[in-house]
């Protein structure tokens, strides 16, 4: 298997007044092409961090961070918007779409920022996504006129649209109501069979059980890191919910 | 990333946000609306009183015989003095490059009689250039023509002090024959009222006759006792009373060592009260420009500068999807670019239509120039770029994640 993150000894640490903090101390592990990680922690642990710099938002103070082969932390804010632009698909917790755009507008967007994709090309490329996460009926649809559900999966086709080395979720379900987030689970690991490199950052314990790697992060650390040998199967749990009436 | 795309994203940014990019146009269509029509009633009002200074004859000359001399010695009076003929009036006449008017002056005092009414008042002859020069006009009948001077015919324009005197039954005088001294003159035109002047002189007491009838049928002389003519602007009296000058050195054949024989007098007084009136109301006009510009600039430097900080989630979005700084420098630079013309161009219109609706409905004086709607769109259009410019900088030099959790 492809190694498509490799993170050697990061350390990324803040000047915060006359302090230093230290967020991340030395974190190392490599992520290979088609694995489902979680990355868990509590609050200060140092995992949105971790998220930023594997998301090419941020550079590490120290350290060599690889994705899919290319060395990040020497690289200028423009290639790494580059790198952001081709290899990274990001899904956030509040969904972030363009208000008052539509679902294809929306997916389309990374796309804008890639000149060597053609007008007809990202349109289509953009429905096929949507189409993947199943809204082909709402593409003129606006974000204000969708569920918290929909807008979050017209992230996820955002996420995919640039066919990504990685897709990035940070809480990807914190915002949506249990059924909805297996809706959305259930969806992360059809991409996840589909062969899709997925790190999935949550503090919920639950999530980590979908997966098939589990991180845990404390103190900046690497405090856990297992394989997760009996994955369960997100739709089963799905089907076991209760069906909420006003759906 | 290419310009097509970029273009295509401002485009949507600005349709997909009807609302707010309406606000910021109309504070650009405000701004703008109001610095023109601010400046086209400024501007009109100004014309309108250098207008009426100039009908006070602000560039009228006056040239008498006789040296203007110091203090001290006899001299005679200028009148009695015989050295200003009508071959100068002639010859200024037809080489003068700085005037609009010439006309030569002869006055004579005396007594004028309709039916039982008399009169006691002085008759001035004049060519018609006089009513430029004196700023008159008729109000009923017309004046002497061409013709009448070269008879010498008996004809005279009265003012309304005469009319009142001679005809205070309201009768029309016009077409009546009056008596001036033993002569009898028909009137052939009354002039407007133009009532006292600032020395407290009666402008309607006044006769005019053709200046060939007063120097042959009443004073009998061939010498002026004045002539009066009229620079062709405020500005260019000074040149006229050198090039008359000239004219009247050559004519008289003075030496170069000779003074002259003759005096030429502009209106100082309301000619100096003209340049301090213009150039006090040149400054208030500045000091309206100024403020008006700078309130619509401040007004259009908010509704920008807010409308790009509330999208710095958007800014953010856009970044942690791979675009670069310099991408989203370009989208709102064009978004600020095509509001900012934009509202312009509306603003110019609006302007104009305002201040044309002001001349309308309240009957001001308005004058729009090219350079105050030059002025107010580009101050106006350059702020609105550049306050839409600054803050989308400072956005796109943020880091994506400070952005994107920007609340």
Not at chain 1, 108 to 120: I, K
Not at chain 1, 141 to 163: E, P, T
Request: aromatic share 6%; glycine share 8%.
């Amino acid at each position: 298997m492809k190694p498509i993150i490799d993170l050697d000894n990061i350390r990324r640490e803040f000047v915060v007044g006359d302090e230093v903090v230290k967020a991340l101390r030395g974190v190392s592990f490599t992520i290979h092409e088609g694995e489902f990680v979680t990355i868990m922690g509590t609050s200060g642990s140092g995992k949105s961090t971790l998220l930023n710099i594997l998301g090419c938002l941020d550079s590490p103070t120290s350290g060599e961070y690889r994705l899919d082969g290319t060395p990040v932390r020497t690289m200028s804010k423009n290639q790494r918007a580059i790198l952001r632009n081709r290899k990274i698909g990001f899904v956030f917790q509040n969904y972030n779409l363009l208000a008052k755009t539509t679902a294809v507008e929306n997916v389309e967007l990374p796309l804008m920022y890639n000149g060597d994709v053609s007008a007809g090309e990202r349109r289509e490329r953009a429905v096929t996504a949507l189409r993947r996460v199943g809204l082909g009926d709402r593409l003129n649809h606006k974000s204000n006129q969708m569920s918290g559900g929909q807008m979050q999966r017209v992230a996820i086709a955002r996420a995919l649209v640039n066919d990504p080395a990685v897709i990035l979720a940070d809480e990807a379900t914190g915002n949506l109501d249990t059924r909805t987030s297996f809706e959305i689970l259930v969806l992360f690991q059809e991409l996840h069979h589909e062969g899709r490199t997925i790190i999935f950052v949550t503090h919920n314990p639950e999530i980590a059980q979908y997966s098939s790697r589990n991180i845990v992060l404390r103190d900046g650390k690497v405090r856990d890191d297992s394989l997760n040998a009996h994955m369960l199967d997100a739709a089963k749990k799905l089907a076991e919910l209760p069906v909420n009436d006003d759906d | 990333m290419n310009a097509t795309n970029l273009f295509k994203i401002a485009l949507k940014a600005i349709a997909n946000n009807k609302m707010r990019s309406f606000l910021t146009m109309l504070g650009i269509i405000i701004g703008v609306a109001s610095v023109i029509t601010m400046l086209a009633i400024g501007q009109g009002s100004k014309e309108q009183i250098k207008q009426n200074i100039a009908e006070m004859g602000s560039n009228m000359i006056m040239i008498r015989p006789g040296e203007d001399r110091g203090p001290g010695g006899a001299r005679m009076s200028a009148d009695d003095m015989q050295s200003l003929t009508l071959t100068d009036y002639e010859n200024i006449v037809n080489q003068n490059k700085y005037l609009a008017a010439v006309s030569p002056v002869v006055s004579s005092g005396g007594q004028l009689i309709y039916g039982n009414n008399n009169y006691q008042t002085s008759v001035t002859g004049v060519s018609d250039g006089y009513l430029t020069i004196r700023q008159l006009k008729i109000e009923s009948g017309e004046m002497f023509s061409e013709a009448d001077i070269k008879s010498s015919a008996k004809v005279c324009v009265v003012g309304k002090t005469i009319v009142d005197n001679l005809f205070p039954s309201g009768a029309d005088p016009v077409g009546q024959i009056i008596r001036f001294n033993k002569i009898p003159m028909k009137i052939v035109g009354v002039l407007k009222s133009k009532g006292y002047n600032s020395m407290g002189m009666d402008q309607d007491d006044i006769v005019l006759m053709p200046y060939t009838t007063v120097m042959k049928r009443i004073l009998a002389q061939t010498y002026l006792q004045s002539i009066y003519a009229s620079a062709l602007t405020e500005g260019m009296t000074d040149l006229a009373i050198a090039d008359v000058t000239t004219i009247l050195r050559a004519d008289h054949r003075l030496r170069d060592t000779d003074d002259d024989d003759f005096s030429i007098r502009s209106q100082e007084e309301i000619s100096s009260m003209m340049t301090s009136t213009m150039s006090m109301l040149t400054l208030l006009l500045a000091c309206v420009a100024g403020i008006s510009l700078v309130v619509g600039g401040i007004g259009i430097m908010n509704i920008m500068y807010v409308s790009v900080t509330e999208r710095t989630r958007e800014i953010g979005l856009r970044m942690s999807v791979g675009a670069r700084g310099i991408d989203i420098l370009s989208q709102f630079l064009i978004e600020a670019i095509m509001i900012s013309v934009t509202g312009g161009l509306i603003g110019m219109l609006f302007g104009v239509g305002a201040s044309l609706l002001v001349k309308t409905l309240a009957g001001w004086p308005i004058s729009i120039q090219a350079w105050t709607v030059a002025l107010s769109f580009l101050v106006c259009t350059i702020t609105g770029v550049f306050f839409g410019w600054y803050p989308a900088k400072k956005a796109a030099n943020l880091d994506p994640i400070e952005a994107i959790r920007y609340e």
